[in-house]
């Protein structure tokens, strides 16, 4: 008998989730350091395969907020659901092997080390094997060792940094410093790649750089990502949908164009320039 088969089966990966599916849902999540409240009865989704924005003024709680995500903070209150599971409290070191990497705010290399072993250093993340296993199955693990050193090689030329593989990467400057973090991210092949500011301290070409490989990111390895970004020219350009936080609490959630239009976004946030509120 011939069966019809579901096309989205067919785009279904390893998770079992096809493009579209939620991937990632934060529902009524809060927390407080102390009488601080960072994040109030927040809930939103990601979907598997888009760009998601998590926007807002300075300290609206958005690192706070991608902190929770992986595992950083566990919130007072409120459950994330990763792939169907959902969870209360969950260790930095867990998330990521369930497929969430992260970059952060201020570059978090090895700085004396080369580009291409920080890089090699993120795919450890990869590597199944534990240092026994090696040492008996010599042969495997050398096939292993090689298939990773591919892997690293083929981020490396996808990131476009092959001339500086070899470098330290506390001599080079600070956007691409930014670039190898992001190999570092995507050497662990993650599912959800969280990228807190990307673009920060970047001029305008290294911005568009930037914003480039994230699409590329995105479109090439079907990564799902969550990004903060203070930049709104870039937000709204690379983003398919996005959220707005402001004093902890949601004001906004939708397409660019959904959020540009909407009245509290503007009369918290976009109505105003970052610059001036900081200088403030
Ligand atoms: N570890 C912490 N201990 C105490 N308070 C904290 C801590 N982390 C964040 N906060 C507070 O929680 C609130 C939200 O901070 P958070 O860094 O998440 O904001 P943000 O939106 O990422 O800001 P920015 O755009 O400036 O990075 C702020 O009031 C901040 O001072």
């Known amino acids: 008998?011939?069966?019809?088969?579901?096309?989205?089966?067919?785009?279904?990966?390893?998770?079992g989730l096809a493009k579209g599916d939620v991937l990632l849902s934060v529902k009524n999540v809060s927390l407080r350091f102390g009488g601080v409240k960072a994040i109030t009865d927040i809930s939103f989704d990601i979907r598997k395969g888009e760009i998601r924005a998590i926007i807002g003024p300075n300290g609206a709680g958005k690192t706070s907020m991608l902190n929770v995500i992986n595992g950083f903070y566990t919130p007072q209150e409120g459950t994330i659901t990763f792939r169907g599971e959902e969870r209360k409290k969950i260790a930095p070191y867990q998330a990521a092997a369930s497929g969430i990497a992260r970059t952060f705010q201020n570059v978090a290399l090895f700085k004396?080390?080369?580009?291409?072993?920080?890089?090699?250093?993120?795919?450890?993340?990869?590597?199944?094997?534990?240092?026994?296993?090696?040492?008996?199955y010599f042969g495997p693990a050398l096939n292993e060792e090689i298939a990773n050193r591919r892997k690293v090689e083929e981020i490396i030329d996808f990131l476009e940094i092959q001339h500086i593989r070899k470098v330290p990467v506390g001599r080079l400057p600070y956007g691409l410093q930014k670039r190898v973090e992001l190999g570092r991210a995507l050497a662990a092949e993650p599912s959800l790649l969280l990228l807190d500011e990307p673009m920060a301290g970047m001029n305008l070409e290294e911005?568009?750089?930037?914003?480039?490989?994230?699409?590329?990111?995105?479109?090439?390895f079907g990564t799902t990502i969550a990004l903060i970004e203070h930049d709104m020219g870039v937000v709204m350009d690379i983003s398919d949908r996005v959220v707005v936080l402001d004093y902890g609490r949601k004001i906004g959630d939708g397409t660019p164009d959904e959020v540009k239009a909407n009245?509290?976004?503007?009369?918290?946030?976009?109505?105003?320039?970052?610059?001036?509120?900081?200088?403030?």
Do not use: C
């Open 112 to 136: 004396g080390m080369t580009t291409l072993d920080n890089i090699m250093a993120g795919r450890t993340l990869a590597m199944h094997r534990n240092f026994l296993w090696q040492l008996v």
């Open 263 to 280: 009245q509290d976004v503007i009369d918290a946030y976009l109505g105003v320039s970052h610059q001036d509120e900081g200088e403030g």
């Open 207 to 220: 911005k568009e750089d930037m914003s480039r490989f994230i699409l590329d990111v995105n479109s090439q």
């Open 1 to 15: 008998m011939n069966r019809a088969v579901d096309p989205r089966q067919l785009a279904m990966d390893a998770d």
